[in-house]
């Protein structure tokens, strides 16, 4: 196994992880789920996060961080396979994988931070306000992230179905954009990294 393949099993596992994280930050033991259009409603959300233990924010944060390096890897792994092929498209993958890693880890612990504080502070429409107003004054960071996401996705899929790698055009699909548009459509939690996990095995085994 090369060391491309390595990185990419790597960030399969760190995708793994990190789904399991945003899972613990969306799912409420006891059956309840996370629905951010609710959280206008403090009585709903207050119910909702009734079971929540402060540790489930807590492992979120701490192991999504890691998780995240992990996935930065694979990315990595992306950008050493792509240079073979295309200077431009991998230093695109670059740029990308540094924007998704810095921005993607602070995002994943304000969310988590958010949720250890509404908790902490007794679930009151008070800490509804304040959670709300920190999430909004931090957005930028959710909008990185998902910028730069979103630009690895694009920039592999105009790579493959042009022909510019060795991959054949169809593998065009091995991608997590269209794999998480279908995730979405169930609204299952961490549907961008289960399928960031599906991407890469496809990836490692075509390559």
Known sequence: MNLVKILFLIAIAGHLICGCCDCLITYVPG???????KMSDNKIL??????????????SMLAGCLALLMVACGY????????EFSKTFAVIILIATGVLLSFGVAHHVFCGVGEWFYVQMGRSDEARKAV??????????????YIGMITLGVVLFIAVVSGATSLPQWACVINFIPIAAVLFITR?????NWSGAVMFL??????
């Open 31 to 37: 059956g309840r789920k996370l629905d951010v259009t």
């Open 46 to 59: 207050s119910e909702t996060f009734e079971n929540m233990p402060l540790r489930n924010p807590l492992i």
């Open 76 to 83: 990595y792994g992306l950008y050493l396979w792509m240079s």
């Open 132 to 145: 709300v107003k920190f999430m909004k004054d931090t957005s930028l960071t959710m909008i990185c992230c």
């Open 188 to 192: 299952i939690g961490g549907a961008s």
């Open 202 to 207: 496809g990836l490692m085994l075509l390559i």
